[in-house]
């Protein structure tokens, strides 16, 4: 099993640094290059370059009163994030739909539910051993 993971090419891993200017400010985000080809393909969805992705996540998360002490880590979680919505169907895989268009009310919605409905099933399986 781990032979997936530790035989992946090493330049997933490799971490690469990019600068982005940020309201005016420029700014180092340092992430592994597999965050960054995710990255790439979140921000291809909606037709932007991925300087425009970060500051736009940035941007929205200081709007939601989020504090971004470690911006990185936010921007993995987005990547694993925008992984685990595909995988459960919650958005589209296809490139022509974008995330724009989508109801983020509706796909958290349905991400709480099937959540909800997930840690009932574990319940029941521990209340059963």
Not at 37 to 55: C, F, G, R, T
Request: hydrophobic share 40%; proline share 2%.
């Amino acid at each position: 099993m781990c032979r997936l993971f530790v035989g992946a090419d090493p330049e997933l891993w490799t971490s690469q640094t990019r600068s982005i200017r940020m309201d005016g400010m420029v700014t180092s985000v340092r992430l592994e290059n597999m965050f960054w080809s995710i990255l790439e393909d979140i921000a291809a969805k909606d037709e932007m370059n991925v300087p425009q992705l970060l500051h736009q996540l940035y941007n929205e998360s200081i709007d939601e009163g989020h504090d971004l002490g470690n911006f990185t880590s936010f921007l993995r979680v987005c990547c694993l994030r925008f992984i685990d919505l595909q995988l459960k169907g919650l958005i589209p895989q296809a490139n022509s739909v974008t995330l724009e268009t989508l109801s983020s009310e509706d796909v958290l919605a349905l991400e709480a539910e099937q959540n909800h409905e997930r840690r009932l099933k574990r319940a029941v399986t521990r209340g059963q051993h």
